[in-house]
């Protein structure tokens, strides 16, 4: 059966860091796309930021662009979100997907999904 985990997401100060992971099971992670998308309470979920099958392409939504990076443990069947210099506006709930082809940050571009992390900055 194939799932996706998310996991390291938590309380955090305005300034600090979190690292979030995506496990994934009953498939390998190194033929998909993976997208972290987040919620925030009243909002649409939007993506976050996108890496491709190989790890080369990485991008990533202009509000968090040089604090977070996106990285890919094929070997683990893992991909990590490192997010650093976190604001109140990253509160969220965080999610990974997967799917064939390229990246995208449409939604329903993706049918397998994880549960969520949720991730909350404040002082």
């Known amino acids: 059966q194939l799932q996706l985990v998310e996991s390291g997401g938590g309380l955090v100060q305005p300034g600090g860091s979190l690292r979030l992971s995506c496990a994934a099971s009953g498939f390998t992670l190194s033929s998909y796309a993976i997208t972290w998308f987040r919620q925030a309470p009243g909002k649409e979920r939007e993506g976050v930021s996108c890496?491709?099958?190989?790890?080369?392409?990485?991008n990533y939504l202009d509000s968090v662009k040089g604090r977070f990076t996106i990285s890919r443990d094929n070997a683990k069947n893992t991909v990590y979100l490192q997010m650093n210099s976190l604001k109140p506006e990253d509160t969220a709930v965080y999610y990974c997907?997967?799917?064939?082809?390229?990246?995208?940050?449409?939604?329903?571009?993706?049918?397998?999904w994880g549960r969520g992390t949720q991730v909350t900055v404040s002082s």
């Open positions: 997907a997967v799917r064939l082809g390229l990246c995208s940050y449409s939604s329903a571009d993706y049918r397998y």
């Open positions: 890496i491709s099958t190989s790890g080369g392409i990485a």
